[in-house]
């Protein structure tokens, strides 16, 4: 009803009376329908503290930031989502955000980062987005025991666009 009424603050009532402390998927739910009903001023308060799924909690921020149009603290949480994250899509999202004089600074962060980065195919993602096949090709090179068979698909995805002269395809 409240939906179709176009109020979010009865939503939000209504999630309340269910549930006075709600969890994380109904804060979440909360923030998708004020957005969805152009609230962003209600839904930024259960968007608040820290989350088990900080990237969704981050995008949610940026999504009600932008909707309010305040891009101060939209690039902040835009910079946040990418140190959360470390994926190739949050660093775009970073990336888009921030002016040509600071770029250079965080591209050179980003492929430190990627060649660093836990999870080798997250840093060959971040490399091949950037169009770095050199260092792309260094990391599969330095890091070939860590892509097991399973991850098989998702790199052959990834490397599509890569050179046949690449390590890549010496490894196969």
Not at 91 to 97: A, F, H, K, R, T
């Amino acid at each position: 009803m409240a939906i179709a009424l176009r109020d979010p603050r009865l939503y939000i009532r209504s999630i309340l009376i269910a549930s006075p402390e709600p969890n994380e998927l109904q804060k979440a739910d909360i923030a998708e329908v004020c957005l969805s009903l152009a609230a962003a001023d209600e839904a930024l308060p259960w968007l608040e503290g820290s989350w088990r799924d900080e990237e969704r909690r981050l995008a949610l921020q940026a999504r009600a930031l932008v909707a309010r149009g305040d891009t101060k603290q939209f690039l902040e949480i835009r910079r946040r989502q990418w140190e959360v994250s470390g994926t190739w899509s949050a660093l775009e999202d970073y990336l888009e955000s921030l002016s040509a004089e600071q770029r250079p600074a965080v591209l050179e962060a980003a492929k430190r980062r990627a060649q660093e980065a836990d999870d080798v195919l997250v840093g060959l993602e971040v490399l091949l987005g950037l169009d770095d096949l050199a260092a792309a090709d260094l990391l599969i090179v330095q890091r070939h025991k860590e892509l097991h068979g399973r991850f098989y698909r998702r790199l052959s995805d990834m490397l599509e666009t890569s050179s046949p002269g690449n390590s890549y395809w010496r490894l196969r």
